[in-house]
């Protein structure tokens, strides 16, 4: 949170010399005006249940961790660790928070770290329309599968920039699962998505937000390494992908390059 201070000087008429306390006060109003204004804080209790969502049962005995996220997967601050008792309740002894924090719970089920919103002092979630009580939050987890579920290409972009070289191909992909099952991949590298790159691309690399997702080599392609959660969890599964595509290098020299793929997925 944070004020804007505005301090109004009025100089004394011109001969007059200030006494050693004017400037005392003015300094330290100067101060006070700078400082930063900290959070207010309160201590708050944080309850929940965890649900497994694929077989909409409760889960016992599930450790729950009471997180400050720093945006990596997986990473930040953990405050308190629980476990779900009957009906998958869960607890956390009363916390002190500040009324800008963001904090989340955390439940690693099937080797899959899900996560929920279980404080959100600044209500920033309400602009996606997301509600947080911190007295009776649900942390939902779902079943892996290793069998493909009907995935579907919501997003599927490429931006193309011209160099001397060539052409710099950004692929951008959103996938939606449909199923109530987490689609861990298959295959010893856990293949979740099969690309058709261009043949002739090099230096083919993720790039941001490819949150938890790894390019593997496939035999005739690539593919990508990356759990897809059901759209019901409300995460996004989304990997950038870039290339560079040389220009012809023989004679006749032409500006010509076959970016034409095979989409093995619906795209909408």
């Not at 869960?90 to 080797?111: I, N, T």
């Not at 759209?231 to 076959?258: C, F, H």
């Amino acid at each position: 949170m944070f004020f804007s201070h505005r301090v109004l000087l009025h100089w004394p008429k011109r001969g007059f010399w200030p006494k050693r306390g004017f400037f005392f006060c003015l300094c330290a109003t100067l101060a006070l005006a700078l400082m930063p204004v900290p959070a207010r804080a309160e201590t708050i209790d944080i309850a929940g249940k965890v649900l497994n969502k694929t077989t909409n049962s409760p889960i016992v005995g599930a450790e729950v961790q009471l997180v400050r996220p720093d945006g990596q997967e997986g990473g930040g601050e953990v405050l308190a660790k629980t476990r779900s008792g009957n009906g998958g309740a869960f607890s956390f002894p009363a916390q002190q928070v500040a009324d800008d924090d963001l904090l989340v719970g955390r439940v690693r089920w099937q080797d899959y770290p899900y996560e929920t919103p279980l404080y959100d002092g600044a209500g920033r979630l309400a602009q996606f329309n997301l509600n947080v009580d911190p007295h009776n939050s649900t942390i939902a987890v779902y079943n892996g599968t290793t069998e493909p579920p009907d995935l579907q290409f919501m997003v599927h972009h490429i931006a193309i920039a011209s160099t001397d070289k060539g052409l710099k191909c950004t692929e951008r992909i959103v996938v939606e699962n449909p199923s109530n099952e987490t689609f861990i991949g298959i295959g010893p590298r856990q293949t979740s998505i099969l690309l058709d790159i261009p043949r002739g691309a090099r230096d083919v690399k993720l790039a941001p937000p490819s949150t938890g997702a790894q390019l593997v080599k496939t035999g005739d392609g690539y593919g990508i390494a990356k759990p897809i959660t059901p759209s019901s969890y409300n995460q996004r599964n989304a990997v950038v992908v870039e290339y560079l595509m040389d220009w012809q290098g023989t004679w006749p020299w032409q500006r010509k390059i076959d970016l034409s793929q095979k989409i093995g997925y619906p795209t909408f």
